[in-house]
């Protein structure tokens, strides 16, 4: 096994009990996970009581206070056999729990972020709307102020960890207009789920991610205590803004671990496929130059991820490298998919066979959470700002 510079003991041995529940946990069902469709609650409780939920938490709030490095050695190697889990530890630790962290007071994290930290209670962040991910200032979600409490009305899609979460962070209008520029008037919100005149929509149906269990929320005159407002009022997306890159972030050891995944099925398979008494791999020289090709896009995503969480465990805010981050694993894991269903032939569209939900979860990541296009749209406007050091 190689020793890569950015291990140490300590990452050594969160990596290898990641990658022991992977392939001894995960692996032997990862296909009927794919196949279910359903939220793999079984399987994110024990990766609770792994300590892999909580890994960037404080230990204060019931973490192991890790660093975000080994947070990307863990999802690197699940995802490189059950992708959508990361997509629902994402969501959880990352997107909601980062924003209680980054805005909530003692008390909220105690409450909320230290169950999460071991499983006990699972998280979701609510931001998207019908008009779109980035167009806050035609969000129309609502919190009214009504004495000691909000009364919040509206609608949020495309929400991850629907129905099994205990909390929604919900990002709500607070102001008679948010501010195009700043975006001040968007509020973070901490609404439990049962409370009365919040319902869940059904699941959406999509081409990957299968489980990540992912539909809409309504808000029916929700009376939420003020008590559950994390950081300043209208100051929501000032935390999100974090916490968001964050998540973006992990999606470049999650699309390296993809992109690992679906190579080295497809090296496998070429080794052992014969034709004309010699495997694939020996007969076409095609073959082999495709797998390079493949090798080449992984291990050029590694450097970038690597490199850059370390710049994160430095005190960066990585604004600009955290998106590209997503774009990069991404399309890395899209390409890799790609070209391994095209090696396996006919058996690389049977999903019996596995190697196509690489593509398929890869392709979601392209859009689901940001796409791509408003993420590199992000990254123009840090260059030209000069800001894309931060």
Known sequence: MRTMWYLNDERALIQQAARDFAQNELAPIALEMDASEEFPLKQF???????????TIPEEY????ADYTSLALVYEEIAKVAPTLCVGMGAHSILAGELIMLLGNDEQKKRWLAPAATGEKILACAQTEPSGDTNQ????????????????????????NLKVADAYVVLCVTSDHVDP??????????????????SCGAYEKKLGWHGSASGSLTFNDCRVPKENLLGPLGGGLAGLMISATNEFMTCGPVGLGMAEGA????LKQTRERI????????????????????????????GFVYTTFAEKDEGKKCLA???????QGALTAEYVGRQAIQLF????????VGVERFWRDAKVMCIGGAALEALKDDVAMMIGNNIQDA
């Open 45 to 55: 409780k024990r990766a609770g009581e792994l300590g892999f939920l909580g890994i």
């Open 62 to 65: 019931g973490g192991s206070g």
């Open 137 to 160: 200032t035609e969000w129309t979600c609502r919190a009214v102020d009504d004495g000691d409490s909000f009364i919040v009305n509206g609608e949020k899609i495309f929400c991850s």
């Open 181 to 198: 520029v700043t975006k001040a008037g968007i509020s973070a919100i901490v609404i439990d789920a049962d409370t009365p005149g919040l």
């Open 263 to 266: 190579y080295e099925m497809a």
């Open 275 to 302: 034709q004309r008494g010699k495997s694939l791999y020996d007969n076409y020289q095609v073959v082999r130059h495709m797998l390079v090709d493949m090798w080449t896009q992984i291990e050029s995503l590694r």
């Open 321 to 327: 490298k955290g998106r590209l981050m997503k774009v």
């Open 345 to 352: 032939g006919g058996l690389g569209v049977c999903t019996e």
